[in-house]
């Protein structure tokens, strides 16, 4: 490829530096579809004959059924996959496949086939996501009235529901899926027509191109297009975020899943065994979810190194932009998967969830706000003497509720027989009917609510 310039091939190392096939080869269909249209649009605007242009269209299918068949090879004397298409066109039309690089360059033809895989692994991952969410709010329906612990610093808080608690990564993945819209709507523009880094002298039709690949538009200005890397940056920063959210979910299941908490059973398929306890159930799958948010957050950082300070217009440090990209589909790919098996087909134990929350004085604040709305104590106050309260059930031993009214009396004799109303847990939850809150009434409407943007029957 360099013989008119070079009077040697490139040295071993350099051959192996300079290769981009082994990974860049996961951009065949894009390659193939961008070529497409660039050969149909040199053909339209007659820059190449109509003959050679389908010639070229011909050829290019057979090409990706040969490697739709036999996967693509790796020769890096060709150095990356539109090298190594273009070489086997050449291969099967002859010299008419020379003609398909007119008007464009490597650097707007990378460009644009990256843009593509990272369009198509948005939606793949919006995709995912919403099967989760459906997942999510599948159980939550179930569960609108399941009473559970809410916690605040891993110490029990206030009684929850479990539906109010999966609606809670309802909500989070809501907003993965939005930043991942709004990552494909600012990288849905064509580089394709940008050649090199200055345009082209050839009079080309840049509209028609990139409608032939469903983007919007052109790209504005050739010298950013072809050495912008945002989109692969945005959908990283997206897909980290995501990654965490993840992880959180993850991290609940594995405390779930332990004998002290026991609160879920996790399906045979996602968890496994110990080489030497074989009482173990280990909940690895989720650990593994947890572990590729670290790899996930690692490729955005890796990327935003790799661009920081690179002058306009390409540098070949930006052959190194696409690992990272392809690591993180695949890892969050595997992670959204997993999390959806972990909520479709685990089995939540809300007698243990139930118990916890009535062992743990959770509905401490029912009393503090009994007082406050029933008797006029100022909030600080009936803090202080709950806080009494909670200080007598616990070295009794037994739950809030279970204490005699003269033995709260003790405490404040403005406590009246009405408290015990507020203080079990079903009235604790019953009384969180403010807008978002953890009522069942409230998460029931909440559920409707996702499954018409679900679209899912009601």
Request: glycine share 8%; hydrophobic share 45%; charged share 25%.
């Amino acid at each position: 490829m360099w013989g008119g310039r070079f009077a040697e091939g490139p040295g071993a190392i350099m051959r192996e530096i300079n290769a981009s096939i082994p990974f860049d080869k996961a951009l065949w269909r894009q390659d193939i579809a961008a070529s497409k249209a660039h050969v149909a649009m040199l053909g339209a605007c007659g820059i190449v004959s109509a003959e050679d242009a389908l010639a070229i269209e011909r050829g290019l299918d057979a090409v990706a059924a040969e490697y739709e068949a036999q996967g693509v090879p790796e020769d890096w004397d060709l150095e990356d996959i539109h090298m190594t298409t273009e070489s086997r066109l050449a291969d099967l039309i002859g010299a008419a496949a020379g003609r398909l690089h007119t008007a464009r360059s490597r650097n707007d033809q990378v460009a644009t086939d990256f843009r593509l895989w990272v369009r198509d692994a948005i939606d793949q991952a919006d995709a995912g996501l919403e099967a989760l969410q459906r997942a999510l709010v599948g159980r939550a329906g179930e569960h609108a009235a399941s009473i559970m612990p809410g916690f605040t610093h891993l110490q029990i808080a206030q009684p929850v529901t479990l539906g109010h608690h999966l609606m809670a990564y309802y909500e989070m993945i809501g907003r993965d899926r939005s930043r991942l819209r709004d990552a494909r709507a600012r990288l849905n523009e064509c580089p394709l027509g940008s050649a090199a880094l200055a345009g082209t002298g050839f009079p080309i039709d840049r509209e028609m191109t990139a409608q032939a690949l469903g983007f919007d538009r052109p790209t504005a200005n050739s010298l950013d297009a072809v050495s912008d890397r945002d989109f692969a940056l945005d959908y990283l920063q997206a897909a980290a975020q995501c990654a965490l959210h993840m992880s959180r979910l993850a991290e609940e299941f594995v405390i779930w899943a332990s004998q002290p908490f026991g609160f879920v059973r996790l399906p045979d398929a996602l968890s496994t065994g110990s080489s030497i306890m074989p009482q173990k159930k280990n909940p690895d799958a989720a650990e593994l979810v947890r572990g590729h948010a670290g790899r996930i957050v690692g490729c955005a950082v890796s990327l935003m190194v790799t661009m920081k300070g690179l002058p306009l217009a390409y540098s070949k440090d930006m052959q190194d932009d696409k690992p990272p990209v392809f690591e993180a589909a695949g890892l969050l790919g595997l992670s959204i998967a997993a999390m959806t098996g972990m909520v479709e087909a685990s089995e939540f134990r809300t007698d243990r969830m139930r118990q916890a929350a009535e062992l743990g004085y959770a509905t401490a604040t029912d009393l503090a706000d009994w007082l406050v709305r029933e008797a006029g104590v100022p909030f600080r106050e009936a803090h202080h003497v709950t806080g009494a309260a909670v200080k007598l059930a616990e070295e009794k031993g037994v739950a809030l509720d279970a204490l005699s009214l003269s033995e709260l009396q003790a405490i404040d004799g403005r406590i009246g027989e009405g408290v015990f109303a507020a203080l079990s847990v079903e009235a604790s939850v019953a009384a969180r009917s403010s807008e978002g809150g953890t009522a069942p009434d409230q998460v029931r409407l909440r559920v409707a609510e996702a499954r018409k943007a679900l679209g899912i029957e009601q």
